[in-house]
């Protein structure tokens, strides 16, 4: 099977989209990329890629196809022309780049936004192919659960149109929780093959011989909880500092909190604020081979999203290797992912939104005794081998996709 994948981001730029694109070439299929210019998360064309773009042209024997983009810059008016413009050059140029290839599938990986898919849908009809999109991100329920616009407002009413002309072109659309399938299939047509295709975890967590980050002071008498990952409006990051802050006396908590984002800046103001020095760590952003090191120091995991019925309906991308890593969880979310946590017995959950629910999870869980951590640890990294193994998940998705193209 020949096949395109059409994505805003790629390799070099870390995305799930890399191994996806790899396990096609293990099963013998030709693989074709067509990305923009690497610039995340920075929002700066990469150095490396300035320096020597030819370098940056393959992958594992994938030939990559790169557009031109608007790097995504610091504000949201940069971002908006980041997006656009990956459009518009999808749209004028990749029919010409791509001129002398022929595709049976065209993957589309949208983490954000969906007009990733507009160029992915020009090409369908000019190559004969099937298309597939990968939903990582609901449009346009995400643009007001950040609080960009209004629920009912007429942006939402445009967006949801586009959402359904898109939905109406794909052949097969995989959405990451089960509240995603259910809510893709409210805006498509009732024949449409919509289908549960979750995140899954990395080996790289599994690895069990590794030495502790230096960056962490090893201390039997300290409970340290950990957060990895952006640290952005969704995390609930004030429940958290204001939950902290209740039971900073509580000497032996600590907060490890490992990532960056636009919340940065405010975490840091908090931490001064409320005299938290000596509880939160805000220890920055490191490689994601790096993320085993700083788990090693870890009692508990923390996955958080604020309370919102669109946030209700996913599953955080990091839950999956926090429970490979065998890991209790400490939950402040609802919905699917807090599901998982139940279901699986994994860890304990706080109400999201809630400073006081969250500081009594935590105290609760830093008291509870190494035996009843371990069930938890091992309840959790049981799922995911049964859940959230790549090779099980992507055999599935194979098999899916040779059904659409015949």
């Not at 790097?71 to 022309?81: A, C, W």
């Not at 898109?166 to 959405?175: F, Q, T, V």
């Amino acid at each position: 099977m020949n096949i395109l994948i059409v994505s805003q981001h790629f390799w070099p730029e870390d995305f799930r989209i890399n191994d996806l694109s790899r396990d096609f070439i293990e099963k013998g299929h030709n693989v074709s990329v067509l990305t923009g210019t690497p610039n995340y998360p920075e929002g700066k064309i990469f150095q490396d890629f300035k320096k020597n773009k030819k370098a940056y042209s393959s992958y594992h024997s994938i030939q990559i196809n790169r557009l031109p983009v608007i790097p995504r810059g610091s504000n949201k008016f940069s971002l908006v022309l980041n997006y656009i413009s990956f459009v518009i050059t999808g749209l004028f140029l990749s029919p010409f780049i791509l001129r002398k290839q022929s595709f049976d599938l065209i993957f589309v990986f949208e983490p954000s936004p969906i007009s990733v898919c507009i160029p992915a849908i020009f090409l369908k009809y000019l190559k004969n192919s099937k298309l597939c999109l990968w939903v990582l991100d609901l449009w346009p329920q995400s643009l007001y659960a950040v609080g960009y616009v209004k629920k009912n407002s007429y942006l939402i009413y445009l967006v949801r149109i586009l959402v359904r002309y898109i939905y109406s072109k794909c052949n097969i659309i995989l959405g990451t929780s089960n509240s995603f399938v259910q809510e893709i299939r409210k805006d498509c047509k009732h024949d449409q093959v919509v289908k549960f295709f979750p995140n899954w975890y990395e080996s790289l967590y599994e690895n069990s011989e590794l030495e502790p980050a230096p960056e962490i002071k090893q201390d039997a008498n300290h409970f340290n909880i950990m957060f990895a990952g952006n640290l952005g409006d969704a995390q609930d990051l004030p429940t958290i500092i204001n939950g902290m802050n209740l039971i900073k006396d509580n000497k032996h908590i600590k907060l490890y909190l490992i990532g960056d984002g636009k919340r940065v800046s405010w975490i840091n103001d908090a931490i001064k604020k409320n005299n938290l020095q000596e509880s939160i760590f805000l220890l920055g952003r490191f490689p994601v081979e790096r993320m085993p090191e700083f788990f090693y120091h870890a009692d508990a995991m923390l996955v958080s999203l604020k309370p919102h019925e669109v946030y209700d309906q996913t599953i955080p991308g990091k839950l999956q290797s926090y429970l490979i890593s065998k890991k209790t969880i400490l939950g402040l979310l609802g919905g699917e992912g807090a599901d998982i946590i139940n279901n699986c017995n994994c860890g304990i959950l706080a109400n999201p939104g809630s400073p006081e629910s969250f500081a009594k999870s935590a105290l609760h869980i830093s008291n509870m005794s190494s035996c009843e951590l371990k069930k938890f640890e091992n309840n959790g990294y049981e799922y995911a081998k049964t859940n959230f193994n790549k090779t099980t998940l992507f055999n599935q998705l194979n098999e899916w996709l040779i059904e659409i193209i015949k």
